[in-house]
């Protein structure tokens, strides 16, 4: 969209938002204009005036608050490089409910001053209050507090997938304030507090890239060509389509057993989403080419030997 293109769509945006408070607005100037032709006493103009005052100030934070999500909701998305990178998704509605919040506080304090209301007083009491109240909602707050800290840093985006320190694996699907929804593997949903994703481990498989390190363990019998069976593995590994071909798998041997020779090669799978398909072909591979070269991966067999009972 161009830059002349998006102004157009953003006057009508807030067009349609402002119309029905400017409407109301007029009607109330002009209401404002009979009372004060109309010949009544002066006690119930000042009443009126209160009244139509107190509707002003209604109507102008609902003007602002209209005019504030239009031109948030604008702003977010007219940029590309803003809608990719999710910055809409992620803080679009805490700002939105942020500014709600500052301008319902200002209309109030107006409305307050008019009636010659101590305000200062009122936010001492108000403070107090709040003492107790989150005193009483620690956890919440902590939530909240947390949250906060997510948006800030970003470990993590909408739609990327994380680990957490006790093994679930999902797609990050809503940071709100209290909890982060994850969408596991399963297909059901996880909530879990933001306040345990700030303290505990969490691992991006998203970042830097998609691609996720896989790593695939076999044992050879001892006397077998390691050198065929390093070779015979990355050629495994290069077979499927679901490894990255840009960066070249890596066949190591890692120890000696007591019965096999432990060898292992490393693949990057090209998407973390594709890592399960990804180990299962270079296994299949792995196994056809084995038997094909004619190298041995032993078994381990236990036998189990019985005592039998001897007679008394």
Not at 3 to 12: D, F, I, S
Not at 153 to 160: K, Y
Not at 226 to 232: E, F, Q, T
Not at 253 to 260: A, H, I, N
Request: contains cysteine.
């Amino acid at each position: 969209m161009s830059a002349p293109a998006g102004q157009g769509a953003l006057r009508k945006l807030l067009i349609q938002a402002l119309k029905r408070p400017v409407t109301y607005a007029l009607l109330l100037i002009g209401a404002y204009a009979a009372v004060h032709r109309l010949p009544v006493q002066d006690g119930w103009t000042a009443g009126l005036d209160d009244a139509i005052f107190t509707i002003a100030v209604a109507l102008v934070g609902l003007a602002a608050i209209r005019a504030y999500g239009v031109l948030l909701a604008w702003y977010s998305t007219e940029s590309p490089q803003r809608a990719e990178t999710g910055v809409a998704r992620e803080f679009g509605p805490l700002l939105n409910k942020l500014g709600a919040i500052f301008v319902v506080v200002a209309g109030t304090i107006a409305v307050l001053q008019h009636f010659n209301v101590n305000v200062q007083s009122l936010v001492v009491s108000l403070g107090v209050g709040s003492l107790a109240v989150g005193l009483a909602a620690q956890d919440t707050l902590a939530n909240m507090f947390a949250g906060f800290t997510l948006m800030l840093d970003r470990p993590f985006r909408i739609g990327e997938r994380i680990q957490l320190s006790t093994g679930e694996v999902g797609d990050v699907e809503a940071i709100g304030m209290r909890a982060t929804c994850l969408k596991t593997t399963d297909d059901t949903m996880l909530i879990i507090p933001n306040s345990v994703l700030v303290k505990d481990r969490v691992v991006n498989h998203s970042r830097p890239s998609r691609h996720l390190t896989t790593r695939l363990d076999v044992g050879v019998a001892y006397g077998t060509d390691l050198a065929l069976v390093k070779r015979v593995l990355v050629e495994a590994a290069l077979a499927s389509e679901r490894v990255d071909r840009d960066r070249p798998p890596l066949a190591v041997v890692t120890r000696f057993g007591d019965l096999v020779i432990q060898c292992r090669v490393v693949f990057w799978a090209r998407d973390y989403t594709e890592q399960g398909l990804a180990l299962s072909d270079v296994h299949e591979e792995v196994y056809r080419r084995f038997r094909e070269a004619g190298i041995e991966m032993p078994l381990l067999v236990r036998r189990l030997v019985q005592e039998e009972a001897r007679p008394a």
